[in-house]
């Protein structure tokens, strides 16, 4: 069974970093887009970042020059690295796995960030 299992959340001062982790079992990320999205408080998920198999990545406006996401495909995990954070980043973090031919999308649980004086 697949699971996405994030993990690196937390608590921060505007301005500091946090990088986030997904563990997956079950996948290989070389055959899927890989993504996190967020939810910010009251609001609706959104996308944060994406990788695709052949690396290429995308990010929303808002985090572009501040956060990173990569992919260690030898531990079956990705990252976001998360620099000079905003109140505004505050939300549930969460990784996504998909792949359009095989319609599968899968969804951790996602992680809190907060980040607040």
């Known amino acids: 069974q697949v699971q996405l299992v994030e993990s690196g959340g937390g608590f921060v001062q505007p301005g500091g970093s946090l990088r986030l982790s997904c563990a997956a079992s079950?996948?290989?990320?070389?055959?899927?887009?890989m993504g996190w999205y967020r939810r910010p408080p009251g609001k609706q998920r959104e996308l944060v970042a994406t990788?695709?198999?052949?690396?290429?990545?995308n990010y929303v406006d808002s985090v572009k020059g501040r956060f990173t996401i990569s992919t260690d495909n030898n531990k079956n995990t990705m990252y976001l690295q998360m620099d000079i954070l905003k109140p505004e980043d505050t939300a549930v973090y969460y990784c996504n796995a998909r792949n359009d031919f095989y319609g599968h999308n899968y969804w951790g649980q996602g992680t809190h960030v907060t980040v607040s004086s």
């Open positions: 990788i695709t198999r052949l690396s290429t990545t």
């Open positions: 079950d996948i290989r990320f070389k055959f899927y887009t």
